[in-house]
C-alpha cells in the first residue's frame, strides 16, 4: 500500500515531465547548454573572486550569447521538428490514417504551446545574474528562426501569400534593428499569428502530395535519365528516355509562365526591402572619399548581381535547346540574327542594361543608397522574372532543337 501511495505522489511529476517532453528538444542537448553554462558561471565566480570583473563581464557575455543561440536552435527544432513536411515518414504514416487538421498532431503540435514558453523561462533564468545582453533577444531569435522555417513550409505547401506576409514581418524586424530588440519582438509577435493561420490553412490541402511531387518531379525525373545514361549496365541505359524531361516540352500544353506576375513581382518587392533594410544598418564613412568608395562598390555589386540574374534567365530558357544553326552557320551565312529565337535574349539584354544603368540614375536624382539599391534590385528581379517572351510559348514556336545535356555514349539506339 505503501509503494501505491509513493507511486500515485510521483505521478504528478512524471506527468509534468511527459507533458514537456511534446516539445523539449533531446535531453542531451539540454544537458550540453546546462553544462556550458555551469562552467562559465564557476569561471565567472572564480574571476570576481580575484577583482577579474573584466573577464567575468566578458563570461557574462559569452554566456548570454551561448543562451540566445540555444533559443534560436530551439526555434528550428520546433518547427523542423513538429511540422510533417519534413519528416517523409511522419507524412506518410498521418497520410494512411484519417488524421485532418482538427485532431492535434501526434507527435508534437506545430503551433507554439506554454511549454515552449517555460523552456525559454529556463534559458531566460541565467539572466537574472548580472546580464551583459538584453534578455529580449532570447525570444527574439526563438521566433525569427521558427518564423524562417515556417515561411518555407508555407512556401512548399501551397501558401505563398501568407508566407510572403511572414518574410515581410521578418524584414520590418530587421529594419527596426537600430530602435531595440523590444519593438522588433513586438512585430515577430503580430506575425505569428499570420504564419499560424497559413499553417491552418496549408493543413487542409495535407497530403500535399499533388504540391511535393509538383516542385520535384521533372528535376527527379531528369537526373535518374542522366544516371541511366551514365551506367555502366547496359540494360539499365536502354530506356526510353524520350519520355522523360526534355522531350516533354514537345507536349501541346496551353502556355504558361513559369511563375505567377503578381507573386513575382511581390517576391521582388520583398527582396528589394531586405535589401534596404539590411543596408540601412551599415554607417555611410563621413569621409568624402570613402563615402564615393562605399557608393561605386555599392553599384558595381548591384550590376554584377543583375548579370547574374540575366545569365541564370538566359540558362533557364535555353536550358535543353539549341538554335538549328550554330554560332559558325550563322556568321557564315550571314544570320546574324534571328528574331524568333534570339527574342529569349531580349529580357537578358533589358536587365544587363538595366542593372548598369537603374542604380546611377538613382543615385544622381539624389535617392539615398538604401533606397537605391532596394528599388533597382526590385525592378532588376521582377523584370527577369516576368519579362517576354513566355517559356513554353518560346519553345513551341521558336526555331529550335532540343537536345539532352548528357547523352548516353555509345548507345544512340537507345534514344
Given at each position: 500500500m505503501q509503494g501505491n501511495k509513493s507511486s500515485r505522489r510521483t505521478n504528478p511529476a512524471r506527468a509534468t515531465i511527459q507533458w514537456l517532453r511534446q516539445v523539449a528538444p533531446p535531453g542531451w542537448t539540454i544537458g550540453l547548454v546546462v553544462a556550458f553554462v555551469a562552467i562559465i558561471q564557476v569561471v565567472v565566480c572564480i574571476a570576481a573572486s580575484f577583482e577579474g570583473w573584466e573577464l567575468a563581464s566578458r563570461m557574462h557575455r559569452v554566456r548570454d550569447g551561448l543562451l540566445i543561440a540555444a533559443a534560436g536552435v530551439y526555434g528550428l527544432y520546433r518547427a523542423l521538428g513538429s511540422h510533417p513536411l519534413f519528416h517523409k515518414e511522419y507524412r506518410e504514416f498521418l497520410a494512411r490514417t484519417p488524421w485532418d487538421r482538427r485532431?492535434?498532431?501526434?507527435?508534437?503540435?506545430?503551433?507554439l504551446v506554454p511549454q515552449d514558453a517555460i523552456l525559454l523561462g529556463l534559458l531566460?533564468?541565467?539572466?537574472?545574474?548580472?546580464?551583459?545582453?538584453s534578455p529580449v533577444l532570447v525570444p527574439l531569435v526563438f521566433l525569427t528562426t521558427h518564423l524562417l522555417v515556417l515561411v518555407l513550409a508555407l512556401l512548399l505547401t501551397g501558401e505563398p501569400w501568407f508566407a510572403w506576409f511572414v518574410a515581410l514581418g521578418l524584414a520590418l524586424s530587421i529594419r527596426l534593428t537600430w530602435v531595440g530588440p523590444c519593438p522588433q519582438l513586438v512585430v515577430l509577435v503580430l506575425t505569428y499569428p499570420i504564419a499560424w493561420w497559413g499553417v491552418w490553412q496549408s493543413l487542409a490541402a495535407f497530403p500535399w502530395d499533388d504540391l511535393i511531387r509538383d516542385h520535384s518531379t521533372w528535376q527527379r525525373e531528369f537526373f535518374e535519365t542522366q544516371q541511366r545514361a551514365l551506367s555502366s549496365d547496359?540494360?539499365?541505359?536502354?530506356?526510353?528516355?524520350?519520355?522523360?524531361?526534355?522531350w516533354k516540352a514537345l507536349a501541346f500544353t496551353a502556355p504558361e509562365r513559369l511563375v505567377d506576375f503578381w507573386q513575382a513581382w511581390a517576391w521582388s518587392a520583398l527582396a528589394g526591402f531586405y535589401l534596404y533594410a539590411i543596408i540601412s544598418l551599415v554607417p555611410?564613412?563621413?569621409?568624402?572619399?570613402?563615402?564615393?568608395?562605399?557608393?561605386?562598390?555599392?553599384g558595381l555589386f548591384v550590376a554584377m548581381a543583375g548579370v547574374v540574374a540575366a545569365i541564370i534567365r538566359y540558362a533557364v530558357?535555353?536550358?535543353?535547346?539549341?538554335?538549328?544553326?550554330?554560332?559558325?552557320?550563322?556568321i557564315r551565312l550571314k544570320?546574324?540574327?534571328?528574331?524568333?529565337?534570339?527574342?529569349?535574349?531580349?529580357?537578358?539584354?533589358?536587365?544587363?542594361?538595366?542593372?548598369?544603368?537603374?542604380?546611377?540614375l538613382l543615385t544622381w536624382l539624389g535617392?539615398?543608397?538604401?533606397?537605391?539599391?532596394?528599388?533597382?534590385a526590385f525592378i532588376l528581379l521582377g523584370t527577369a522574372l516576368t519579362g517576354g517572351p513566355r517559356r513554353r510559348n518560346w519553345q513551341l514556336t521558336s526555331p529550335a532543337r532540343l537536345v539532352p545535356s548528357i547523352a548516353p555514349q555509345g548507345e544512340t539506339e537507345a534514344i
Open positions: 485532431h492535434p498532431l501526434p507527435l508534437s503540435p506545430i503551433s531566460l533564468l541565467p539572466f537574472a545574474f548580472r546580464p551583459d545582453l547496359k540494360s539499365r541505359r536502354e530506356v526510353d528516355i524520350t519520355q522523360f524531361w526534355p555611410i564613412p563621413n569621409d568624402s572619399w570613402a563615402a564615393a568608395e562605399y557608393y561605386s562598390k555599392t530558357y535555353t536550358g535543353g535547346c539549341r538554335n538549328l544553326l550554330s554560332t559558325w552557320s550563322r544570320q546574324y540574327v534571328i528574331p524568333a529565337y534570339d527574342l529569349v535574349g531580349l529580357t537578358p539584354l533589358v536587365v544587363v542594361c538595366l542593372a548598369f544603368g537603374l542604380y546611377p535617392a539615398p543608397l538604401a533606397i537605391g539599391v532596394g528599388v533597382s
